[in-house]
């Protein structure tokens, strides 16, 4: 009966009641407790696992509380981001590579989406390190644009319309530099987007953004982006929207401009080609949970999960003549009700005896590497499990 129950598409009214009920609660109680400035500190100021690090996901658990019922986006996700380094994360449409990191900015979508598990530790630069899971909305407001900045992958969007672009970079470092004098703030505008490579930069400073480009708004974004000098830079498919050309001198320029800075970089990409030319370490995600990390090389010449083979063989090789492109058969599971065996299974063409069990556990295959499979279980150290976490107790 209740495994019929679970196959239907449909909800009762009365299934879906229940469903709102039990959001309310949950998520206000949360909201509630994010909202509270007083907060002890104790709560969520921690150490960092590695002070190398810049950023460290420890099992995190990001839910969407919705009408037909929890989406586990992001789902016991545990990976690093060493200082002075660029990860690249990779995977499909929808695996939750997005919902990572608009949970590292505390930018999700709320009352909804909210992070339930886990730890997200933010380096402070001397080894201490805030755990973003529980931080007040008062520090993140201080956090977000300063320390971590964000790229997004439209820049018509992302910048505003009707305000001229100087403006809008004065604007940034007005509000987080409030005792920089007027020229001083319009000196420093001038001199990021002269940063950027904008060649006129007097005359962009006082254009309009349709005025502009495609690759010169995501300049301009960039120096939006860069204008605090942030520690973590997130860019998001920062080059979809660009042509190729365009594309390679943008990411030319964030990986320059990193080094200039001493930053990170999370590089969130459906493009192959962009991460391996820019990436030093590479995180593939499938369905809300890391399924292989390791060193871009690792990645690349060492692809070890079912799913990553897959994504290499589904990748145009310049120079290679092939009749049809791979393509990985099946989807990905329901994200209301995920499996409680491997996400993969049901598409994988490599699957074994042992794949009929539980969800596999992390498997580090080499110093580096570590692949999320059944098939390694023989050739590497158990190092970890996903968690969920068990929505019916919140
Ligand atoms: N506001 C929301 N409400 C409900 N579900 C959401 C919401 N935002 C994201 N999700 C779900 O979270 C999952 C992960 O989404 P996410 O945006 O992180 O994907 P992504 O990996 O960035 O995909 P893409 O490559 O298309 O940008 C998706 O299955 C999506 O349905
Ligand atoms: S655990 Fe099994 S089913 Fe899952 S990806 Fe590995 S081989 Fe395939
Ligand atoms: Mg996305």
Redesign the pocket.
């Known amino acids: 009966m209740a495994s019929e129950k679970k196959k239907s598409t449909y909800i009762s009214g009365r299934e879906s009641r229940r469903i709102s009920r039990f959001n309310r609660r949950v998520t206000r109680r949360l909201e509630k407790e994010r909202a509270d400035a007083n907060k002890d500190p104790k709560l969520y100021t921690t150490q960092m696992k590695d002070p190398n690090n810049v950023v460290e996901f420890d099992n995190v658990c990001t839910y969407?509380f919705?009408d037909v019922g929890v989406?586990k986006?992001?789902d016991g996700v545990s990976y690093e981001i060493p200082v002075g380094k660029t990860v690249g994360v990779v995977?499909?449409?929808?695996?939750?590579?997005?919902?990572?990191s608009?949970s590292l900015m505390q930018l999700?979508?709320r009352p909804?989406?909210q992070t339930v598990g886990g730890e997200i530790r933010f380096n402070l630069g001397d080894g201490s390190a805030y755990n973003i899971v529980n931080t007040p909305n008062a520090i993140m407001e201080k956090i977000r644009g300063n320390r971590i900045s964000m790229i997004f992958q439209e820049p018509m969007t992302a910048l505003n319309p009707v305000f001229r672009i100087g403006q809008q970079v004065d604007e940034v470092t007005q509000l987080h530099h409030p005792e920089m004098s007027k020229e001083d703030v319009k000196a420093r505008t001038l001199q990021m987007l002269e940063l950027v490579g904008i060649a006129n930069k007097e005359g962009v400073y006082d254009m309009y953004p349709h005025e502009l480009s495609g690759g010169m708004r995501q300049r301009v974004c960039i120096a939006i982006a860069l204008a605090c000098s942030p520690s973590l830079i997130i860019a998001?498919?920062p080059t979809t929207a660009l042509d190729v050309t365009i594309q390679a001198q943008i990411l030319d320029l964030l990986q320059n401009l990193k080094d200039k800075l001493n930053s990170s970089i999370m590089l969130?990409t459906?493009d192959l080609g962009v991460v391996a030319g820019m990436a030093d370490y590479v995180v593939v995600?499938y369905a809300?949970r890391v399924v292989e990390k390791g060193t871009t090389d690792d990645i690349y010449h060492h692809p070890s999960h079912p799913y990553t083979i897959g994504l290499m063989k589904s990748k145009p090789v310049v120079g290679k003549k092939v009749e049809e492109l791979y393509n990985i058969p099946g989807n990905v599971p329901n994200?209301v009700e995920m499996p409680n065996y491997c996400y993969f299974r049901d598409r994988c063409e490599m699957q074994c005896e042992r794949c009929k069990g539980e969800y596999p556990p992390e498997i580090r295959i080499s110093d580096t590497h570590i692949v999320t499979c059944y098939r390694y279980m023989d050739e590497g150290e158990v190092v970890g499990h996903p968690k969920s976490v068990d929505v019916e107790a919140l």
């Open positions: 969407f919705t989406v986006a992001v995977g499909e449409s929808g695996c939750g590579k997005s919902v990572t608009l999700l979508q909804t989406g998001d498919e969130i459906h995600m809300g994200p």
